[in-house]
Structures are given as structure tokens and as C-alpha cells.
């Protein structure tokens, strides 16, 4: 292939994931969840202060609701919402960014890949299609689309693996990648064990290679080691809760007993669930993972994945184990957890599965390519047509059909909700916001800019205390013991008890989403 | 019951026997001891008439080369299979075999995109009743409901279990792998056999139910025995 039309190509398809990732970027998903809402509003604290929501200076990790949140998200944050202002847009734009660097490093990454065992004339037509199945990837989309720190860790992870493998001729590389893993365990919760594995299996690989280029590999070692700082930090402090907080709430082991057998057992049990067709081409798992009556890859991209697979399983070289220490080592951080089988957990499953297409869809083409005319046309033209139509379909249900069916599952109501106490909040004394709404202060500070300086002043978000900003009260609600005297304006979910109703917020879907009673 | 488990196990050997003889001891002790044999023997005797009968008419099939007046035995003992299994699977008409939950969505999702060509050719009712069937198809293919927890049906199966324990799948792999190292022709007949019972079956819009799929299984317990049986010639040869 010439050089002029692999780099036109490789233009076009990263023009196609940038308009995928980028348009209509603030209203598809319909509205930020909570996540967002604080990964936003503390890029935008730390924007104008300094400090988090609580006050702590250049935090590692925000507390946010008690998920202690690794902070670079936010951090990354920063200078579009300097630039664009704080909106959903801003706060969503550095996970599109990340995106699209994905995408333009899983060319690269198939290249590295496929040239372990020798290039040959087709390699670089691989990459491309490996490249254009990830921009176009309903996973991927997914995610790049809304402020998750897995979108950026996977994207850490796929450049640590590629300066890896460039690595393995220039050993300067080493550094870099050791640079971006560093980042990756710094951003998410699954590299944290994905990436010392995959390390690990690296090392076993390339042994010979590695020891006999010491001085780099010592460098990247140490650069590596650097960014264990806040790791180090928050154990010698005593605060291992924030880095080990998320991990131990979702831990199956937290929640099961100590019988040894039956936690492997369950993690055995997890790790299997995540090899699931249905869960993988059909249906997902939680709705806010994937568009409607869909999976996280193409439903035709199945048969080609398989066909890739076992063209990989044929391989003997290098590349077969490098492929699948990545691909089978993907879903273990997610086996300890519960709620399985979990898109995002296991979103640094990508882009092996884009991969093992790609080899699918070449060997396919090959064999294709020795048929009669007839035979090519008759096989080729439907496959193409059913790969056109199921995308065309996708970008329906995504752009057009999911905000309409799953706005309640995005927390759609906030913004409007906030507009609503902004135009009244004058005419009551106080307003009450029920907290069985889900962590509603967090959307009241992000629709409406609050200023993080005064916030703070007033003492920021308080650990487990009532919030108060200004004249809005954040707590429970009970109705029947409220003075209920036209004073206060009371906001509630769409199942607590009321009476004098005078507003009604509603999903798309016509179902009560709020209500705001006297 | 117990005397038509042991006949079913009996039966079973001899068609295994038959066609693969290395592995007809194993495959009958691991179908003697699987989750699914086990519990669906306790719970209803009329299925296990069926599967002998279905499993009868298999061996007549075997025997038929050399002795061809066995198609009159084989053809009535498969009418009575069919007959058994149309009653013993309750697949009757109104249980339906239509998606019609699936097509009324579609249907919502023309009408909010105005009705227009393009919305109705995106969620035309054949191409949406097709995907429901690859879904339901899908169905059967989870490894997590089949060697680990069954959570479709639990009137026969305890959901804390599968149809399989879950090391069976490890010598499920296995035996993939080695049938398709040295005997592909036994992966096609294997893939063909859970193709044929699966398909129909897909087409209704009851839950997944082993006992609508009781011969499929019978084909993952020989695949199972195949992969015990190579992973022991892998750990001989080490």
C-alpha cells in the first residue's frame, strides 16, 4: 500500500472517531451523572482555588462521595473547562480527546503487534481496520462520550504497551512507557492490577531482550517507580482508604466470607462471566454502559472475532503471547468485584477485541479474494450491506433513540431542576432538597457555577454533615413532619410522599423524574 | 426413575461406544454425575422416557449399515421421540414462538423518529425478529449459566448450580482444542448437533430450558470427556 493513501486513510478514520466522540458531545448522553457532575465541579474548584470540594490542596484523590475518585480526570479537566467554561461539554471533552488518541494508537499498537512476528504486505491494512473497528466501536464510543477515568486509563494503557513494543528496538522507549503506565495506575482502579500483571507477563516474554538493554530498563524502573508516590503517601500516612476505599467496597471478598475455596471460586466464577456472547454482542450489562438493544461490539463483528481468534491460536510466535496475556489478563481486576460481568471495569478489555477482528476480517478477505467473481460478489456485498446497516443502526440508537429511553438511567432532571430553585429560591425562605435524590448538591454547584471560593468558605462539602448552600438545605425529607407553611419549597424524588404539588420534572419517557411541593 | 437413569447411562455407553470408544467410560460416568442428569432424573421421569426414547432411535441410526431392516424400528422409535418431546417440552402454540415484546419496542422507536423511511428500514419488524433470535440463540451459549450458576429456570435446576460443575469447562476447553487438533470432524458433528437442537428452540420466547435442549448436553458431556481425556495424555506425556 502506498504511503500517501495509508496516511489518507489513517485521516479519514481519525476524522470519523473525532465526529463520533466530539458531536453533540454536552446532550448525547442527555445529562452528566453525579460522577460527572463532581469530576466537573472539582476540576473547576481546583481551576479557581486550588483545592477539592473539601478543601484539600492538589489532592491525589477526591473524596468525592466516598469513592475516592483518583483525581487526574480532573486534573485533565482543567483547561477545557478554562477554556469553554464549566458545562457538560468541558467536563466530557478530555475523555473524547483521550478517545480519539485510542484510536489513533491502536493503528500503531496493531503495527507493533503484528511486526512481533514478522510484517507482511498486509499488516498495515490490519492496523487500519483494527483502527476504524475501535472509532466506530460501540464500547468505546460509549465511554470516550461521558467523563470516565477508565476511557483515559485504557488509553494510558495502549500507549504503555506500544512505547513497550517500540521499545524492544530503541530502548528509550522503555521510559515512556513505563511513564504512561505510570499515569494509567494513577487514573483507575483496574490498571492497579492489570498493569503490574501485564508487566510481569511482559518480562517473562522479553526477558532476554529486556536484561540485555539494563540501563534503560533500570531507568524505566525507576521513572516507573515515581509514580508510586501517592500510593507510598497515603500508606505512610495511614490514609490506605484512599487509594483502597473503592477497591474494598465493590470487593467480593468484602462482601463474602473467609472461606478461601469459595472466594476463588467466585472470582473463577466472575472472571467467566465476562466471556459472555450475549453480554459482549447482544445486550450489555447496566444501561448506562451501552446505547438500547445493544452490546458493547457489533453483533457481525462475532463471527469475524472468532475466526481472528483462532488465527491468533494457529500463530506460534510472539505475538500470540503478547495478545492474549493482554486479552485473558483484562478481565481480572474485574473478577474481585461485584456486579459482573462490568463494561467499564473491564474497558481495558480494548482493543484486543478490535484486533482479533481485524485478523478476522483480513482472513476472511483472503479467502474471499480466491473465489470465482460471482462468489465474492454473492458473499461479499451482503456482508458488507449487514456491517453498514447494523452501524447506521447503532448511530440511530445511540444519537437519536437512547436519550429518549434512557433518560432517567443518566440522571436527566437536574438542570432543569436547578433552574427551577434559581428563578424561585428568592421568594422562600429556605428550600429543602431531598437527599433521597441522588447526591443532588453535587448538580446544584455544577449547573450553576457555584464559585468554589465562597463554597469552600462556607466549609465545602461537609463528611457526613447536612449541606447548606445558601438558603437550599440538603437532607432527608419526612412529610408528615414538616411545617409545610408556603415558606419553604421543598424538591423530592419522584417516590416521596407529597401533597401541594407545584412543579413536575418528567423523564423523557413521560415517567416522574422530581416535584417540587410547598 | 432409578431404573430409567440407569438405562439412559446403558444406552448412552453403547452409542459412545460406538462411535468413540476411547471415551465411552468417561463420558457415561461424567453424564452419571452431572448437575443436569442428576436433577432432571429426580424431577421428572416422562423427560428421561423421552431421551431414551430420542437416544434409542440414535443407536438404531449407528446400527443401520449392517443391519437395514433397523429403519422401521428407527423410524417409529423417532416419531415416538418427536411425539415425546413435543409433549415433554410444552412447546405448544400459545406459548408462542412470535417476539412480540421486541416488535412493539421497534415500533416505539419508528413512531419517535417520525415514521420515517429511513427509521423503518433501520427497525423493520424482520430484521429486529432476527436479531431477537440471534439474542435468544446467545442464550445458550453462557458459559457462566452452564458451569456455574443456572439462573433461567430454577424449577429444575438449584440456581447455585449449573448444568455442569465448573471444572467441567476446563475440560469443555480442552476438549475444543483437541478435537480441533485432531479430530475436526468430530467438532463439526459436535457443533452441528448443538446447532440443530438450539435453533428451534430459539424461535420460542420461553426461557432457556434444559430440558428443551436435553440431546445438546448429552454432545458437551462427550466434548467434556474428550478434553479429560487429552488433558491426561498431556499430563502422561509430561
Not at chain 1, 510466535?317 to 468485584?337: D, E, M, N, Q, Y
Not at chain 1, 484486543?352 to 476472511?364: D, K, L
Not at chain 2, 423518529?113 to 429486529?128: C, E, M, R, V
Request: net charge positive; aromatic share 18%; charged share 10%.
Amino acid at each position: 500500500m502506498k504511503k500517501i493513501i495509508i496516511v489518507g486513510l489513517f485521516l479519514i478514520i481519525l476524522c470519523i472517531a473525532a465526529f463520533l466522540r466530539l458531536w453533540h458531545l454536552g446532550g448525547v448522553p442527555i445529562s452528566p451523572n453525579w460522577d460527572e457532575a463532581a469530576l466537573g465541579y472539582n476540576a473547576y474548584s481546583l481551576l479557581k482555588t486550588g483545592k477539592d470540594e473539601y478543601g484539600i490542596f492538589l489532592p491525589f484523590v477526591l473524596k468525592s462521595f466516598g469513592n475516592y475518585t483518583p483525581a487526574v480526570y480532573s486534573y485533565l479537566a482543567i483547561p477545557s473547562i478554562a477554556l469553554f467554561g464549566l458545562s457538560v461539554f468541558a467536563t466530557r471533552l478530555p475523555s473524547a480527546i483521550m478517545g480519539i488518541l485510542a484510536v489513533a494508537g491502536t493503528f500503531f499498537l496493531t503495527k507493533e503487534l503484528l511486526g512481533l512476528d514478522g510484517h507482511n504486505k498486509r499488516t498495515t491494512l490490519v492496523s487500519l481496520i483494527a483502527m476504524f473497528l475501535l472509532a466506530i466501536s460501540p464500547w468505546h464510543i460509549q465511554f470516550s462520550r461521558v467523563a470516565y477515568e477508565a476511557n483515559i486509563a485504557l488509553t494510558f494503557c495502549i500507549y504503555g504497551l506500544l512505547f513497550f513494543l517500540i521499545g524492544l528496538r530503541k530502548s528509550i522507549w522503555f521510559v515512556f512507557s513505563s511513564i504512561s503506565y505510570g499515569f494509567a495506575i494513577n487514573t483507575y482502579h483496574s490498571p492497579r492490577l492489570f498493569v503490574p500483571l501485564v508487566l510481569i507477563g511482559l518480562f517473562v516474554i522479553f526477558k532476554r531482550i529486556l536484561l540485555q538493554q539494563t540501563k534503560y530498563f533500570i531507568l524505566a524502573l525507576i521513572v516507573g517507580s515515581i509514580f508510586l508516590f501517592p500510593f507510598v503517601y497515603y500508606v505512610a500516612q495511614g490514609q490506605s482508604n484512599q487509594i483502597f476505599g473503592r477497591a474494598s467496597e465493590t470487593s467480593i471478598f468484602t462482601k463474602s466470607s473467609n472461606n478461601m475455596f469459595g472466594n476463588v471460586y467466585h472470582v473463577f466464577e466472575g472472571y467467566v462471566k465476562h466471556f459472555s456472547p450475549q453480554w459482549i454482542f447482544i445486550s450489555g450489562d447496566n444501561d448506562r454502559h451501552h446505547a438500547p438493544s445493544t452490546g458493547l461490539l457489533y453483533i457481525w463483528e462475532a463471527p469475524f472475532f472468532l475466526i481472528g481468534l483462532i488465527q491468533l491460536i494457529k500463530k506460534k510466535g510472539t505475538l500470540r503471547k503478547v495478545f492474549f496475556l493482554w486479552f485473558l489478563l483484562a478481565p481480572i481486576p474485574a473478577s474481585l468485584t461485584t456486579e459482573l460481568p462490568h463494561a467499564v471495569r473491564t474497558l481495558i478489555f480494548l482493543p484486543s477485541f478490535q484486533i482479533a477482528t481485524a485478523m478476522g476480517i483480513e482472513t476472511a478477505a483472503v479467502w474471499l479474494h480466491k473465489r470465482l467473481v460471482i462468489k465474492r460478489i454473492l458473499i461479499g456485498i451482503p456482508t458488507i450491506s449487514i456491517m453498514i446497516f447494523f452501524i447506521l443502526r447503532y448511530f440511530n440508537l445511540y444519537f437519536y433513540q437512547m436519550n429518549h429511553e434512557f433518560s432517567q438511567v443518566w440522571q436527566f432532571g437536574y438542570e432543569h431542576a436547578v433552574n427551577y430553585v434559581e428563578q424561585h429560591k428568592s421568594k422562600y425562605q429556605q428550600i429543602v432538597v431531598s437527599t433521597q435524590l441522588e447526591q443532588p448538591y453535587i448538580f446544584y454547584l455544577f449547573y450553576t457555577k457555584y464559585d468554589p471560593a465562597t463554597y469552600l468558605a462556607h466549609g465545602g462539602t461537609k463528611q457526613n454533615g447536612i449541606e447548606t448552600i445558601d438558603n437550599i438545605v440538603f437532607r432527608p425529607i419526612y412529610w408528615n413532619k414538616e411545617n409545610r407553611d408556603h415558606t419553604t419549597l421543598y424538591m423530592l424524588s419522584a417516590d416521596e410522599a407529597y401533597s401541594n404539588e407545584v412543579h413536575l420534572i418528567r423523564y423523557f419517557d413521560s415517567q416522574p423524574a422530581m416535584r417540587f411541593a410547598e | 426413575m432409578l431404573v430409567l437413569f440407569l438405562a439412559l447411562l446403558l444406552i448412552f455407553y453403547f452409542i459412545i461406544k460406538k462411535v468413540f470408544p476411547t471415551i465411552a467410560i468417561i463420558a457415561t460416568i461424567f453424564l452419571a454425575f452431572s448437575p443436569f442428569a442428576m436433577q432432571i432424573a429426580m424431577h421428572n421421569i416422562y423427560i428421561e422416557l423421552g431421551l431414551i426414547i430420542f437416544l434409542s432411535c440414535l443407536y438404531g441410526v449407528l446400527w443401520m449399515p449392517r443391519y437395514p431392516k433397523l429403519i422401521f424400528l428407527t423410524i417409529f422409535l423417532c416419531i415416538l421421540g418427536v411425539y415425546s418431546f413435543q409433549e415433554l417440552t410444552h412447546n405448544s402454540p400459545q406459548n408462542g414462538y412470535l417476539f412480540i415484546k421486541e416488535l412493539q419496542l421497534s415500533e416505539q422507536r419508528i413512531s419517535y423518529s417520525g415514521s420515517t423511511h429511513f427509521a423503518k428500514f433501520l427497525y423493520n419488524p424482520f430484521i429486529t425478529t432476527v436479531q431477537f433470535y440471534l439474542q435468544h440463540i446467545t442464550q445458550y451459549f453462557e458459559p457462566h449459566e452452564f458451569f456455574f450458576s443456572w439462573s433461567y429456570t430454577p424449577q429444575y435446576i438449584n440456581p447455585n448450580l449449573g448444568l455442569f460443575y465448573p471444572f467441567d469447562l476446563i475440560f469443555f476447553l480442552a476438549g475444543i482444542v483437541y478435537l480441533f487438533k485432531k479430530n475436526r470432524l468430530g467438532l463439526y458433528l459436535f457443533i452441528l448437533w448443538y446447532f440443530v437442537i438450539i435453533f428451534p428452540v430459539a424461535l420460542t420466547n420461553h426461557q432457556p430450558d434444559p430440558i428443551h435442549i436435553l440431546p445438546a448436553l448429552l454432545s458437551i458431556i462427550i466434548v467434556n470427556a474428550f478434553g479429560f481425556v487429552y488433558l491426561l495424555q498431556l499430563l502422561k506425556k509430561q
